[in-house]
């Protein structure tokens, strides 16, 4: 049938028309997304190789983070950049996570990709790239994991959360928006943050919000004000780039934090989420 | 190997220091794309039926236009909207094709798609959401047909010649540029149309460079002028929607323009091509 | 003498080069913008009257604000809409001062109102509209009083602290810079608060940062956790509307707090001070 | 009155509801702006002296501009850069028209300036910085000369139009509207210039309507493309900077024509206005 008609629409599910309550995931062990608690993913850009992403797992783990980010399929601007290490990645991840008791997150970024990246991962990454990916994100729809969404650099809220529609209209109820800095005039900036997104979001949709100060900055030094910002704008979490060795980095050093930089944000964090009345 | 190093990369492929002269793509029956002549593509947003895809094939063909455009496979915002007739609008495509003696281009959301897509069309469309799909960029690289890649929303040109050369370092030399619009502040249109991305990218790259001002603009009565702005700016041609029922189509009605608008296009953009010394 | 060289210029005024402590701005009865402690200004956005000044005032200094704002020369992008109450409106504000011991802010936007602005206000405004109204912000070098200018809604943070050098090299060191919203493709809100402004700056001047959640929201529902963001990032105070009637203000009623909004505000930003080792 | 109501109003005086025939700006010797004719305004960025003024005057002249630009008084980012010769400024300027017989346009920042800019200049200038300047505005309106008021490098045509309306309801009615580039993240260029402004303002306005392809491009390169596209598009003349040695130029040496480069944009332009069925 070929009409549009947006009167006879139901509420989205993504709506608090919809659903009224608050979606909380459950990762087991604890990890409840959406919930008091505030939830810190951290981990490495990419998975460079087992030593590296291990030894950064430890130290965000030490820190007080619960989920291990690593990039295995990389998203490049160039074709001739590292791409990542693609099925080596995942099983270095795979084995990172039984060595530590850290959840997984990792990126899918086709179809094909997904499905592998779903028999490993804890929680699915779709990048800001694939926002409006549509296959992609109707394949996460039936994945069986968690999907956390990444709003693209020039993305509406409209938009984003009709992305989120995708997946949630697919079958998959668990979805997690992130918010990780928009396209602007501004050059001091890598991306522009836009934290004002955080209580639109909250009156819009039921599903938890998230905040990525690493790639929403750019900058190193502007990582832990962004990610108390965010916090104190009422994110559900964050999600952050550590390395063991910053300038060694294949990616994104320059927004990567030092493990000391990261136990920093922590503490100040979790002082910040205190007088929001939550966890960390 | 992990390294990556800017300087000992040899030039872009897309780039003039590579290759100094310009791209000619030749579709056959003297429709040679980055040639002398302005080519001009046209056709409904989306194939809605054999009968709404015939008939405005025929009116675009009347007026002079040489490729036809329809969407079969729709990247709609939404996933309520009209997703697209897929297969059976691939089908009729190619019906009109023999009928009208017109080249088709259509659009292709992923690699499955785009297998299906190559068998059919002469030019494979990728759109701005997909323009950092890296995946169907290095699908569209070895499908054997020209294509055509729609600059994303928010893409830099150096973005944007990126895009193309992970196409062209897949094996596929036949890539035409095309701006559509990107998103800024403004609320008088749905885009803002970067015209100046035309001198610019002539400075960096063999490849041809297209407009599509309906997308562009995204308001009717912008579409000419726009038209006649682009090929002044040294574009190669346009995309162009048209609607035999502009006030029926399933999508986009409001910046396609009906057959007898689009005739006046043609005559308006001939004489500005005669003005530039090349043919329409 | 007609020679531009960036090589030979010393450091700019504004610049932790020139000067490496943080500039405090003493306005007396203990408030030191730049200090540890956090300053709040609120007030509505026009004088419109005596009686709602007085009251909207009351209300703000009960919950804690030191400093009154409120326009009498207001700029509006139309001709037609309410221009500001003009002469009578700096009379009410200095009425208002001896009512209520508050201090005072207002904006001026040229020469002439800026001498009268700076006979009555603790503190002359400069808007965002004016950042780079370069002879107004010369003669703002000369008033002899601290101003506050906010940043344009599409200036670079170079422009920015370039407007505050025009202040301070004309003889005005006390200069407080606002960060109010930035303009975007965004749909969601009025701008776009760019935060991640606030580390920026805190590494390139010595100068005091403040907020503007109300403008840079434009959403009632935003100004809470966009304050408390706001100075988890490091900001040195907010600037917040509020009126007594927001539903009868004569501008800006849609982004203005309403008494009981603003107390929450105050007890919210109050215990994120606290985590930040500030005073509130 | 205190009373806001859109609804009372009548339609605004740059609308064509209040006028339905185009303004035409009649300067004298056959100079007519928003008439069939293409007007060029060409000029250096800065009046540096009587001998750079005359030649580069010359030169504009003998490739058949009619109106002289060149800034008295600089609106500079930096407080350190070159701000122009002001009055020197002038009285070159008033001689070089003599010498010549080119009208004269120039910028006005302030009150006190657009009083003595008003008693040399054929057309006052108000520059994108000063765009909402509203006491300049009125000011404008009470000039008695013309007014060539660009657009805000982020204004809304919403806007634009009420800064014109300023001028026009404070008693001047011919006011040249002049699209010079918006900001937006591109950053190939210094300004994204939006042609799509100028098919929006023909259908909203009865003010003619000019482009500036050196401030909106910044690139010497782009300004005869985009200088093509401006007439194409619809525009009524163009303002284009020109040095008879843009490599020695005091300011926006990098987007200035040579006189030769000039040449060809006439000669190319003109080309395009006989498309257009207009005269240059």
């Not at 984003?160 to 997690?176: H, R």
């Not at 001091?188 to 990525?212: F, W």
């Amino acid at each position: 049938m070929l009409i549009e008609s947006k009167k006879s629409l139901p509420p989205p599910l993504y709506s608090l028309e919809y659903k009224t309550s608050r979606t909380i995931i459950d990762l087991g062990d604890g990890i409840r997304i959406g919930d008091r608690g505030i939830i810190i993913i951290a981990g490495p850009c990419a998975v460079e190789s087992h030593d590296q992403t291990l030894k950064t797992a430890k130290h965000v783990k030490a820190a007080g983070a619960r989920i291990l980010r690593g990039g295995a399929f990389k998203p490049r601007t160039s074709p001739y950049s590292f791409q990542g290490l693609g099925i080596e990645g995942l099983e270095i991840l795979r084995r990172v996570r039984e060595e530590t008791g850290l959840k997984i997150i990792t990126e899918a970024m086709d179809c094909e990709e997904l499905g592998r990246v779903a028999e490993t991962a804890d929680i699915i990454q779709i990048g800001s790239r694939n926002m409006q990916n549509f296959s992609l994100l109707k394949a996460a729809g039936r994945a069986g994991k968690p999907v956390l969404l990444k709003r693209g650099a020039s993305a509406t809220l409209e938009e984003f959360l009709n992305a989120a529609e995708y997946i949630l209209c697919s079958g998959n109820p668990d979805v997690i928006l992130c918010e990780r800095g928009i396209r602007t005039f501004d050059d001091h900036s890598r991306n522009t943050l836009d934290l004002n997104a955080v209580p639109v979001l909250r009156e819009r949709t039921h599903l938890p919000v998230m905040i990525d100060p690493s790639h929403g900055t750019g900058r190193r030094t502007s990582v832990v004000p962004l990610a108390r910002a965010g916090i104190a704008a009422g994110a559900d979490g964050l999600i952050v780039e550590v390395h063991h060795k910053p300038a060694q980095a294949l990616c994104d050093g320059d927004q990567s934090l030092h493990p000391r930089e990261f136990r920093d944000l922590m503490s100040q964090c979790r002082l910040i989420a205190q007088a929001m009345g939550r966890d960390l």
